[in-house]
């Protein structure tokens, strides 16, 4: 409902020794903790002794999921669990995951968080080769490349890892075989993936708050690159993709991970705060009160209002019962949409000066109806500041920014965004400091779309995938 950058995927699995373990709930919880990656489709694959049963949808954790559900679902030693936003695909039923197959030498269900930089140039290879296609998204080429791979492959991992030398781009997979479950992170690590253990069983997640809410240790975090198998005989992993120069994707510590996550062993909570603080010192000012933007500029708040001694305030109350999909299309009912998504608190803005906290600016619109929102209800001043720096490239390993046409950086300078957006002053966090938030963290970051230096080569333009074009629109 709220202009801003979508969420990336969330990907949850598990496997347990015991053939009638209750995976299929644990999953289940543990989807709920990853809501906040996707909120567009959702679904489980559970194994049961190499017998896979699923069940996927659009729409949220509660709603794909009723008890009558899971109960046809069953018991097993193995689940799969995934919730998407899609940056690449159509919202479909057909798109949704994880995706399951049965090939010749049994079958397999995936997971995939990211997004296949080469997606279009292996489809149209896989495509001439005569393989068929049920989706749009690039989660299926994946899938296609490693059967193929695993026809001739001694093994599954040994095909996921002949797999990693055509897949380019960011890629965290958990991925279910009859007999194993595979994590698999792509080699520059965009994406966060971890593993815990749950008495004897063993469980991967997106997010280590994933793991909390069944009650799973952290073990650690998976490394760029690397293959880890459990089976009967417990974890083991293969690096041979392990090794190179890559890079996390800042923005899970900005905006996309939720606050009680740890990531490469940095607290998400804690870098907001610090991205909040490197904002004071970067952009000081006098005013009344600092508030933030629910949820992710509430820490930056924080951050800022230590930092500058300038008191931390409530501003804001948000709806937390309005689904996603709350579109209007005309621009009357789109600032009536914000105000039942957000409500002010006069008495925080009333006669203030206020310091308002957002994590990102993209397009500027939603932000421009905020900033009305709070000069509505009383302040003397407003202050914006972003904790992030400005959007001047595109994403091209996760995040739904495919272009430079939609960003406001690109079309105005600092003093025209802020006479548009009807702030009294506007402060985005610098290039410099952005990658310094997660402090302590065991990894490089990826910070392209702010800088334009990629851990990678810029992949080349590609188009939109055919089948989301009508007849009269496709390009050959």
Same mark, same amino acid.
């Given at each position: 409902?709220?202009?801003?950058?979508?969420?990336?995927?969330?990907?949850?699995?598990?496997?347990?020794?015991?053939?009638?373990?209750?995976?299929?709930?644990?999953?289940?919880?543990?989807?709920?903790?990853?809501?906040?990656?996707?909120?567009?489709?959702?679904?489980?694959?559970?194994?049961?002794?190499?017998?896979?049963?699923?069940?996927?949808?659009?729409?949220?954790?509660?709603?794909?999921?009723?008890?009558?559900?899971?109960?046809?679902?069953? *018991? +097993?030693? $193995? !689940?799969?669990? /995934?919730?998407?936003?899609? &940056?690449?695909?159509?919202?479909? =039923?057909?798109?949704?995951?994880?995706?399951?197959?049965?090939?010749? *030498? +049994?079958? $397999? !269900?995936?997971? /995939?968080?990211?997004?296949? &930089?080469?997606?279009?140039?292996? =489809?149209?290879?896989?495509?001439?080769?005569?393989?068929?296609?049920?989706?749009?998204?690039?989660?299926?080429?994946?899938?296609?490349?490693? &059967?193929?791979?695993?026809?001739?492959?001694?093994?599954?991992?040994?095909?996921?890892?002949?797999?990693?030398?055509?897949?380019?781009?960011?890629?965290?997979?958990?991925?279910?075989?009859?007999?194993?479950?595979?994590?698999?992170?792509?080699?520059?690590?965009?994406?966060?993936?971890?593993?815990?253990?749950?008495?004897?069983?063993?469980?991967?997640a997106s997010e280590s708050c994933a793991l909390d809410s069944v009650g799973a240790k952290f073990i650690r975090d998976i490394e760029p690159?690397?293959?880890?198998?459990?089976?009967?005989?417990?974890?083991?992993?293969?690096?041979?993709?392990?090794?190179?120069?890559?890079?996390?994707?800042?923005?899970?510590?900005?905006?996309?991970?939720?606050?009680?996550?740890?990531?490469?062993?940095?607290?998400?909570?804690?870098?907001?705060?610090?991205?909040?603080?490197?904002?004071?010192?970067?952009?000081?000012?006098?005013?009344?009160?600092?508030?933030?933007?629910?949820?992710?500029?509430?820490?930056?708040?924080?951050?800022?209002?230590?930092?500058?001694?300038?008191?931390?305030?409530?501003?804001?109350?948000?709806?937390?019962?309005?689904?996603?999909t709350f579109i209007q299309p005309s621009q009357e009912e789109r600032d009536r949409s914000v105000r039942i998504k957000l409500n002010t608190?006069?008495?925080?803005?009333?006669?203030?000066?206020?310091?308002?906290?957002?994590?990102?600016?993209?397009?500027?619109?939603?932000?421009?109806?905020?900033?009305?929102?709070?000069?509505?209800?009383?302040?003397?001043?407003?202050?914006?500041?972003?904790?992030?720096?400005?959007?001047?490239?595109?994403?091209?390993?996760?995040?739904?920014?495919?272009?430079?046409?939609?960003?406001?950086?690109?079309?105005?300078?600092?003093?025209?965004?802020?006479?548009?957006?009807?702030?009294?002053?506007?402060?985005?966090?610098?290039?410099?400091?952005?990658?310094?938030?997660?402090?302590?963290?065991?990894?490089?970051?990826?910070?392209?779309?702010?800088?334009?230096?990629?851990?990678?080569?810029?992949?080349?333009?590609?188009?939109?995938?055919?089948?989301?074009?009508?007849?009269?629109?496709?390009?050959?």
């Amino acid at each position: 409902m709220l202009e801003g950058l979508q969420e990336k995927c969330g990907v949850f699995g598990i496997y347990s020794n015991d053939t009638n373990s209750d995976v299929t709930a644990k999953a289940y919880l543990s989807l709920f903790a990853l809501q906040h990656r996707g909120q567009e489709s959702c679904g489980i694959a559970v194994c049961n002794e190499g017998i896979m049963q699923y069940h996927t949808d659009l729409g949220l954790v509660p709603d794909v999921f009723t008890r009558e559900t899971l109960e046809k679902l069953g *018991k +097993g030693n $193995m !689940a799969v669990g /995934h919730v998407r936003y899609s &940056t690449v695909g159509q919202k479909s =039923r057909a798109n949704a995951q994880p995706l399951v197959v049965m090939h010749i *030498k +049994g079958s $397999m !269900a995936i997971a /995939h968080n990211g997004n296949i &930089t080469n997606a279009a140039e292996l =489809r149209e290879k896989l495509e001439l080769d005569g393989a068929l296609f049920h989706s749009t998204n690039d989660t299926e080429i994946i899938l296609h490349i490693i &059967t193929k791979k695993r026809i001739q492959a001694q093994s599954i991992e040994t095909a996921i890892e002949q797999a990693m030398f055509e897949i380019q781009g960011a890629y965290s997979l958990v991925i279910m075989s009859p007999s194993k479950l595979i994590a698999v992170r792509d080699p520059c690590g965009f994406r966060p993936l971890c593993m815990g253990s749950l008495g004897k069983d063993f469980v991967f997640a997106s997010e280590s708050c994933a793991l909390d809410s069944v009650g799973a240790k952290f073990i650690r975090d998976i490394e760029p690159g690397e293959i880890v198998i459990i089976d009967g005989d417990g974890p083991r992993s293969i690096k041979t993709h392990c090794g190179k120069h890559g890079g996390m994707c800042i923005f899970e510590f900005i905006y996309f991970a939720r606050p009680d996550s740890v990531i490469e062993g940095a607290s998400v909570h804690t870098a907001r705060q610090r991205a909040g603080s490197f904002l004071a010192l970067e952009h000081p000012v006098q005013a009344d009160v600092v508030f933030g933007v629910p949820d992710s500029g509430l820490d930056a708040a924080l951050g800022y209002s230590r930092q500058s001694g300038i008191p931390y305030g409530v501003g804001f109350i948000k709806n937390r019962y309005i689904g996603r999909t709350f579109i209007q299309p005309s621009q009357e009912e789109r600032d009536r949409s914000v105000r039942i998504k957000l409500n002010t608190i006069e008495a925080t803005i009333k006669d203030k000066r206020v310091v308002l906290i957002e994590d990102s600016i993209v397009r500027g619109t939603t932000m421009r109806r905020i900033v009305k929102l709070v000069r509505e209800s009383g302040a003397k001043e407003i202050h914006l500041r972003i904790s992030s720096p400005p959007f001047v490239n595109p994403c091209y390993f996760g995040i739904d920014i495919d272009s430079r046409d939609n960003l406001i950086a690109c079309k105005m300078n600092i003093q025209e965004i802020r006479e548009y957006l009807g702030a009294d002053s506007l402060g985005y966090l610098s290039v410099d400091n952005v990658t310094k938030i997660a402090q302590n963290a065991k990894c490089n970051f990826c910070s392209g779309c702010f800088s334009g230096k990629y851990p990678v080569p810029e992949p080349a333009p590609f188009a939109k995938n055919k089948f989301e074009h009508k007849i009269g629109r496709v390009v050959n």
